[in-house]
């Protein structure tokens, strides 16, 4: 008999799994205490789930939450390093919840692993470092959302394969939340701010005149974004 109590996530998780949509078969690289994909399972959101992660332990912890919804069945689990655990094709991945630059890597590394296959991205930082890298490998970025979660709001994005050319701005605030006017993009471009605002009062002390002058320029765009959506 399978777990009768609804596998509930927060609103980060939900946002992913909202921008996932419903797949033959989805992978959830690092995906720590399962809860993503039990909850594909437990809604019949993807006939099956393959959980990576490159620690036995946690795998240990989504094998056992699948365990109690009697769907063992519908799930594949694996050790190891990023999408290099996988040895099959799947139709999307969701890699969440790590730096921007780390997920680039994970991509780029496992190319033909993720041939054909919808990514749901959520960078907790140096998002666009990881638009600019999805370009250079050679995926474009299709999808993007906003979800606050807490005090922070997180960056949501899908990419598939094909060409796409960025401007600087798409490619520092996102391609998508500049199309939509995103309602939560005046809230993040504040943040934005403040955060690089920061950052730019400590390199200047540091006396770095390459990273002033990256921090001021990333700081200009953030300052037109904000006087655009206030029109």
Same mark, same amino acid.
């Given at each position: =008999? %399978? !777990? &009768?109590? @609804?596998?509930?996530?927060?609103p980060r998780l939900s946002a992913i ?5 419903? #797949?033959?078969?989805? /992978?959830?690289?690092?995906?720590d205490h399962g809860r993503l994909g ?7 959101? #993807?006939?099956?789930?393959?959980? &990576? ?6 795998? #240990? ?9 009697? #769907?063992? $069945?519908? +799930?594949?689990?694996?050790? %190891?390093?990023?999408?290099? *655990?996988?040895?099959?094709?799947? $139709? /999307?991945?969701?890699?969440? %919840? =790590?730096?921007?630059? &780390?997920? /680039? ?7 033909? @692993? ?16 990881? @638009? ?21 709001? !997180?960056?949501?994005? *899908? +990419?598939?394969? %094909? ?7 798409? &490619?520092?605030?996102?391609? +998508? ?10 809230? !993040? ?13 400590? +390199?200047? =002390? ?13 700081? /200009?765009?953030w300052e037109e974004v904000e006087a655009?959506?206030?029109?």
């Amino acid at each position: =008999m %399978g !777990y &009768t109590k @609804r596998i509930s996530l927060d609103p980060r998780l939900s946002a992913i799994a909202e921008m996932l949509g419903s #797949c033959a078969c989805c /992978a959830d690289i690092g995906s720590d205490h399962g809860r993503l994909g039990a909850f594909l399972i437990q809604n019949h959101r #993807c006939e099956r789930v393959v959980l &990576t992660d490159i620690s036995a332990d946690s795998l #240990c912890k989504a094998r056992a939450l699948i365990a109690l919804l009697g #769907c063992e $069945d519908r +799930a594949d689990f694996r050790v %190891g390093d990023g999408a290099l *655990a996988l040895d099959g094709r799947v $139709d /999307a991945a969701v890699i969440a %919840g =790590m730096g921007g630059e &780390t997920i /680039a890597e994970i991509v780029e590394g496992a190319r033909d @692993r993720l041939d054909g296959a919808r990514l749901i991205l959520q960078p907790n930082v140096a998002a666009p470092e990881l @638009r600019a890298r999805l370009n250079a490998a050679g995926w474009m970025v299709s999808d993007e959302e906003l979800v606050r979660d807490g005090r922070r709001i !997180y960056v949501i994005l *899908a +990419a598939e394969r %094909g060409a796409q050319r960025l401007s600087e701005r798409e &490619t520092e605030v996102g391609p +998508a939340l500049l199309a939509k006017r995103h309602p939560l993009l005046g809230d !993040y471009a504040r943040f934005r701010l403040r955060v690089e605002r920061k950052a730019l009062d400590g +390199a200047r =002390m540091g006396g770095d005149a390459a990273v002033v002058a990256e921090l001021e320029r990333r700081i /200009a765009i953030w300052e037109e974004v904000e006087a655009w959506l206030e029109q």
